[in-house]
């Protein structure tokens, strides 16, 4: 099912006349209403909604378009790949979505899906100083790129953001005003691998603004919420005007590889990792869940959220600290540090009251795989379990594609479909010609509504090849469908569901098996169907809008075809 049809039915918001309101258990309901719903935003005049639509290049979208008062950006058809053949993101300005007037207010993003282009191999020392420039410049800034930023001046100004999906980009949401009674509402916002701040509450002629942040999943923030101008110092109590709420949400503080330099500068520890997927790298840390200066927000409310946090921050051991004019009720923390929790300070008092405690990464693991299938996470982690207790191993399918039509490619210009005769799958160009290609798995033995805790596509590179690429894949929003037939749109035109994972893929050498990354969500959310029925057949599309891979088909060598594993437990 496509993006578009589903808006209203993504996690546990009911939409309402009044605006969105959540609870997935826990101590208390939401207490912050946000003004707007989905459909209003997108029922407004067409005159007053911006229609952006497929891969976007190098100037900054919404910039110098005037004031935006009560206008909807439709983004869900919009997107910025840093693979893009003419730059993607970042661009000249640093800022691939930027309204620089809000006007007075009432605006709606909606949607847009984001990959920056920072080396994945690039270390904190190598993208964010100047010791590696951007290539073809001077300014080591031109790493420091922002995903989604707009700029309001009212106390009586908000903004509302849905839906938008983030990835490798060093600051995710870059909201800013000069008033502190402004509000920036975000809702189901899914960032990915942020490699600094993944809201970003501050800026040389900004104040602090109030942030409001439901049901969304923050899944790698190199610091979460910042509220601190450049050279001030981080407080345990600050004191200003703002607010920061966040409901219904999962936040990961993630290790990334910052480097000698950086490690050296700070007084907490690096670390070398020995957990995948980092597992042996040098110079491993991060900042902190809150990053605050003396006049960022004073009043902070989390409420039904897990975070996640598997080291302290290698800066001043006071990071770690929770504010403490917090509120925190139904509060997760699954700490998977190497030290016990406690053997370095949070906080002048501690935990604060209403956070709750374990090392089982599984609590982190469950309510990841809850909202990328839709659905709220438990309202309480399970205990941590004893040295005498096991974890089940996860149930498994693995299987090769079994039939010459159950791989194919479709010309997506043209739409015809070669089903039976091609020897590989070229994802997605073959020479000049730009390709969807369709994958099809018989006997699919996960049960209807089983946890699904790992999936991922299998394939034999049949030639080298080291260019630039960005793939997604999607799987076909059908119980049992059929396999492929050499007739126009036969691969495009079948329903997708709403969970798509972007692959950026490194070199491949012919001969060598390779894998896409992590695609539970996907396959969740088709055994998630009413009616899906193990040993059924299951099928995956792979788009996209630049780059090659060839992989060997079914066609061209059986015991190489694609292949599907899943782990689950049913």
């Known amino acids: 099912m496509l993006f578009r049809r589903a808006l209203a039915g993504l996690g546990a918001a009911t939409l309402i006349a009044t605006g969105l309101t959540y609870g997935l258990g826990g101590s208390s309901a939401a207490v912050v209403t946000v003004p707007i719903t989905v459909d209003e935003c997108l029922d407004r005049p067409a005159s007053a909604v911006t229609d952006v639509s497929g891969e976007q290049g190098v100037a900054s979208v919404g910039s110098d378009t005037g004031p935006q008062s009560g206008r909807t950006w439709d983004l869900r058809d919009a997107t910025w790949h840093g693979a893009a053949p003419d730059g993607g993101t970042p661009d000249s300005t ?5 309204l620089d007037d809000t006007g007075t207010g009432e605006v709606c993003v909606i949607g847009g899906h984001m990959i920056g282009n920072i080396p994945r191999e690039f270390s904190r020392d190598e ?4 010791d590696t420039p951007y290539p073809g410049t001077t300014d080591p800034q031109e790493w420091d790129n922002e995903g989604f930023r707009w700029d309001m001046d009212e106390p009586s100004d908000w903004v509302y953001q849905y839906g938008g999906y983030m990835e490798n980009v060093s600051d995710a949401l870059d909201p800013n005003s000069t008033s502190a009674g402004s509000t920036s509402y975000y809702e189901r916002m899914h960032l990915v691998d942020i490699r600094d701040d993944c809201v970003e509450n501050e800026g040389p002629r900004f104040t602090h603004h109030n942030i409001v942040i439901r049901d969304s999943l923050l899944d790698g923030c190199h610091s979460g919420f910042s509220a601190r101008q450049s050279g001030e110092s981080q407080v345990v109590t600050p004191d200003g005007p703002s607010a920061l709420t966040v409901e219904d949400s999962l936040v990961y503080i993630k290790p990334n590889e910052l480097g000698p330099m950086y490690c050296a500068e700070g007084p907490g520890p690096c670390a070398t990792i020995a957990t995948p997927p980092a597992a042996g790298v040098d110079h491993m840390g991060n900042h902190s869940l809150f990053k605050f200066g003396p006049n960022g927000p004073g009043s902070v409310t989390l409420r039904n ?22 509120t925190y009720e139904n509060v997760t923390l699954v700490w998977t540090g190497q030290d016990t929790y406690g053997d370095f300070p949070w906080g002048p008092a501690g935990k604060p009251a209403g956070v709750t405690v374990t090392t089982d990464a599984a ?24 040295p005498a207790q096991t974890t089940p191993t996860p149930d498994r399918y693995e299987k090769r594609v079994a039939a010459d039509s159950d791989d194919a490619e479709e010309d997506t210009a043209t739409g015809s479909v070669d089903a039976t005769s091609s020897s590989d799958l070229e994802m997605v160009y073959d020479r000049s010609t730009r390709q969807t290609v369709g994958l099809r798995f018989t006997g699919v033995t996960v049960p209807q509504g089983a946890t699904v805790t790992a999936a991922w596509l299998g ?13 997604v894949v999607r799987g076909q929003d059908a ?4 396999t492929f037939a050499s007739r126009d749109r036969d691969i495009s035109a079948r329903p997708l569901t709403d969970a798509r994972v972007s692959w950026v893929p490194g070199p491949w050498t012919a001969g060598k098996t390779y894998r896409t990354p992590d695609l539970a969500a996907v396959v969740q959310e088709i055994v998630d169907r009413p009616g899906w029925v193990p040993g059924n057949p299951m099928v995956f599309v792979v788009s ?8 060997w088909s079914r066609d061209g060598s059986p015991a190489q075809a694609p292949l599907l594993h899943v782990e689950y437990k049913p």
């Open 94 to 98: 640093r800022y691939p979505f930027r």
């Open 127 to 130: 993208f964010y100083r100047a």
């Open 305 to 326: 959220v897990v975070v996640r946090i598997d080291m302290p921050t290698n800066w001043s051991l006071s990071n770690n600290y929770w504010p403490e004019t917090g």
């Open 363 to 386: 609590v982190w693991d469950a309510a990841k795989t809850a909202w990328l299938a839709g659905r709220p996470p438990a309202p309480s982690p399970a205990p941590t379990p004893s």
């Open 459 to 471: 394939f034999t590179a049949r030639s080298t090849g080291s260019g630039t690429s960005g793939p």
């Open 479 to 482: 119980d049992s469908p059929a």
């Open 544 to 551: 996209g809008a630049q780059g090659t891979r060839a992989a």
